[in-house]
Nanobody, 124 residues
Framework: QVQLVESGGGLVQTGGSLRLSCAAS????????MTWFRQAPGKEREFVAA????????DYADSVKGRFTISRDNANNAVYLQMNSLKPEDTAVYYC?????????????????WGQGTQVTVSS
């Protein structure tokens, strides 16, 4: 089992920045990739960004490319999402997820482990 705990959400004005953190514990050595998803009220959960744990390669949703950066800290089993130039449409609950097995497409949301989510609100 892997436990995930997110932190760092909050309220920010348009154009501001936030940094989300996700700490993994338990069988963190078995993680292949960690990913951020988000879900806005009345909308489906959507992929935001992913990082492969060993290779450090990353994927981003088109809507956040150039504004968000995902990174990881192997020593602390943590993944981060630096969010800059935030827009009201970025308002959502952000979830950290971990995948324990290889697969080429990290954008599907059928992950093994999920955090509880952290609210990000961007005011206009």
């Amino acid at each position: 089992q892997v436990q995930l705990v997110e932190s760092g959400g909050g309220l920010v004005q348009t154009g501001g920045s936030l940094r989300l953190s996700c700490a993994a514990s338990g069988r963190a050595f078995a993680i292949y990739a960690m990913t951020w998803f988000r879900q806005a009220p009345g909308k489906e959960r959507e992929f935001v960004a992913a990082i492969r744990w060993t290779a450090r390669t990353t994927d981003y949703a088109d809507s956040v490319k150039g504004r968000f950066t995902i990174s990881r800290d192997n020593a602390n089993n943590a993944v981060y999402l630096q969010m800059n130039s935030l827009k009201p449409e970025d308002t959502a609950v952000y979830y950290c997820a971990a995948l324990s097995g290889w697969r080429p497409n990290l954008m599907r949301d059928d992950y093994n482990y999920w955090g509880q989510g952290t609210q990000v609100t961007v005011s206009s």
